[in-house]
C-alpha cells in the first residue's frame, strides 16, 4: 500500500532530540548546496504534511523551497507523528522549544544547513516559533521568522478556542470552501490529527505568555495573517499593538494574504503565500550579507 503523496525528493527521516525520536519530511535543495535551510513548523491538530500540500499543483512549500535553492526540513512537533507513542499528552511550549533545540544541534552535526536556518510556522507552530526566538541561547543558526496563523489577541470567546469542541471551530480552521482548491480535504486527510492535551490545555494562556516573551524576540519575523483569518485579531488597533510588543525586533513586518483562510498552505493562496515568505527569507540574506559594509561605513 502506497504512502501519501509527496513533492519529488522528499523523503521521511527521524531526527534524534536527545533520545526522543522526531519524524519530519526533508526536501534538499535544488542544484546541490542549500543556500539555507527553511525549518516549517506545523500547527494544532496537523502534521509535517501541512506544508507538502498536494491538492494542487505548486502548493508545497517543499515545491517552490527546493527550486530556488532551499533545503526544507518539516518537523512534526513533540507530540505528533513518531513521537506521539511517548508523549501522548504532548508538550508545553517550553519542553517543544527546548526538544527543538536538541533535534536542530543533532540535524545541523549531520547535514549541511548553508547559511543558516529560518523558520515558517504556522498557527501552534508559530507560538513554538516565537518561543524559541524569544529564549536564550537562540538555536544555532536562527537567521529569521515567518508566522502566519498566530496573533496575540483572540477573535473568539474562550469556549471557541481549539480546548473546547464547540461549534464554528471548523469554521474557525479553515473558513470558506472557495478558499481552497476542489482536492483539498481528500488530499489532506493523512495530515489531520488529534490536537495533544498539554497544547489544547495552553491554548488559552497564549496571550499572557505573548506580553512575557515578545520583548526578547529580536531575529528578523515577518507575520502574515489570511485575509479570512477567524481566530486571531487583526485589525488595526491589535496589529499597532503587536508591533509596539515586539518593538525590539531587528526587521519585522506585518502582512495579509489575500483570498486566504486560517490554514494558508492548503489554499488556492498557498504558492504566493509561500514565494511572500522566501522573499521576505531573501531580504534577511540580503540584509546579513551587506551588514559587514553598513558596520564600516557608520565606523
Known amino acids: 500500500m502506497s504512502g501519501p503523496a509527496r513533492s519529488p525528493g522528499v523523503r521521511g527521516i ?3 532530540a536527545g533520545g526522543l525520536a522526531l519524524s519530519a519530511l526533508l526536501g534538499p535543495a535544488a542544484g546541490g548546496a542549500p543556500r539555507a535551510t527553511v525549518l516549517a513548523l506545523h500547527g494544532g491538530g496537523m502534521s509535517a504534511a501541512y506544508f507538502d500540500g498536494q491538492a ?10 527546493m527550486r530556488l535553492g532551499y533545503q526544507v526540513l518539516a518537523v512534526d512537533r513533540p507530540g505528533y507523528g513518531a513521537s506521539a507513542q511517548h508523549l501522548p499528552r504532548g508538550q508545553t511550549l517550553a ?9 536542530l544541534a543533532r540535524f545541523a552535526a549531520g547535514h549541511e544547513v548553508g547559511a543558516g536556518v529560518f523558520v515558517l510556522a504556522h498557527s501552534y507552530g508559530g507560538k513554538l516559533a516565537l518561543t524559541c526566538a524569544a529564549g536564550a541561547p537562540l538555536p544555532a543558526g536562527l537567521l529569521g521568522l515567518d508566522v502566519s496563523g498566530c496573533g496575540h489577541r483572540f477573535a473568539v ?12 471551530h471548523w ?4 473558513g470558506a470552501l472557495r478558499l ?11 495530515m489531520v490529527t488529534t490536537m495533544p492535551e498539554l497544547e489544547r490545555a495552553e491554548a488559552a494562556r497564549w496571550p499572557a505568555s505573548f506580553a512575557r516573551l515578545a520583548a526578547r524576540v529580536r531575529v528578523p519575523t515577518r507575520l502574515t495573517f489570511a485575509e479570512h483569518e477567524a481566530w486571531w485579531r487583526h485589525d488595526e488597533e491589535a496589529l499597532a499593538e503587536l508591533r509596539e510588543r515586539l518593538a525590539s525586533v531587528e526587521h519585522l513586518v506585518v502582512d495579509r494574504q489575500p483570498e486566504a483562510g486560517h490554514n494558508i ?6 504558492r504566493t ?5 522566501l522573499a521576505f527569507f531573501e531580504e534577511c540574506l540580503a540584509r546579513r550579507a551587506a551588514a559587514p559594509a553598513r558596520r564600516q561605513a557608520a565606523a
Open 14 to 16: 527521524t531526527l534524534d
Open 273 to 277: 503565500y509561500h514565494l511572500r515568505a
Open 95 to 103: 519542553a517543544q522549544a527546548a526538544t527543538l533545540r536538541a533535534a
Open 171 to 174: 469554521r474557525h480552521n479553515w
Open 265 to 270: 498552505s492548503l489554499g488556492w493562496s498557498a
Open 56 to 65: 494542487h499543483p505548486g502548493q508545497s512549500l517543499f515545491d517552490v523551497g
Open 180 to 190: 481552497y482548491p476542489p482536492d483539498t480535504f481528500r488530499a489532506c486527510a493523512d
Open 157 to 168: 470567546p474562550a469556549d471557541r478556542l481549539p480546548s473546547a469542541a464547540g461549534p464554528g
